[in-house]
């Protein structure tokens, strides 16, 4: 089930028969006198798959993601997002970070709809934007929440209030930087089985962060391992387990196994 990944580039290739929403090659990145974070990275999403991006603390996963999503530029290599070289973060993806960072004095559905309006956005009327709203509220489960304000909100209805902002972007590929990490057990648990469920039906891609090992596999179609220093990819898994994977506890625990092998390889 799982492979090395072939020098010197570590190409991670997208399966044939589906197309590539994101194409990043040869990246390199450095922090200035630190030194390099990681180099020589590659690595494809297809189009509807989520994909586990998976290491320790310091590997430079949450940097990897910064240069894909276009907020960081490569020292080295391109990443190509819906087969052009992008330079910026791109209209049609998003981003969902750990923490919600909702505006305290915007309602939800203001929350939801913020950043609509911005230049780099394609522009739509007033009902369109409000449809698209609508629908990515109604797509998390918080519709008839739409006047309640962050203060009124809990942890797991911020953070899907957070995705539900990045949903009404109508994006093709979805950046999430360890999103529920500081959620509680059963909520977390809630969060992950909803962004299965809105990237299955609305037919986006995912990029997932997370140093949870129980995470990756329970959400991801496949598995990254990101390590050392400066980091780089050592293995990949694709998921085949079917889901609910919670009902195949002897595949996940032998998946498991077989990463944390890896790790222990790796260091």
Known sequence: MNSPLPEPALAIAAAAD???VLEARG???AHGAAGPVFSHLSLSIRRREIVALLGGSGCGKSTLLRVLAGLARPAKGE???LDTVQAAPHPRSALV???ASLLPWLNLADNVGFGLDF?????TGKAARDERIKAAIAAVGLAGREGAYPAQLSGGMAQRTALARALARQPELLFADEPFSALDAITRAEMQSLLVDVVHRWHTAALLVTHDIDEAILVADRIVLMGGRPGRLLHEWTVDIPRNREDHPEA???LRLAILGALRHAS
């Open 18 to 20: 589906a197309p590539a």
């Open 27 to 29: 990246l390199s990145y």
């Open 79 to 81: 990443v190509r997002f």
């Open 97 to 99: 970070f750990q923490q």
């Open 119 to 123: 230049a780099h956005q394609p522009q």
């Open 252 to 254: 996940v625990g032998a």
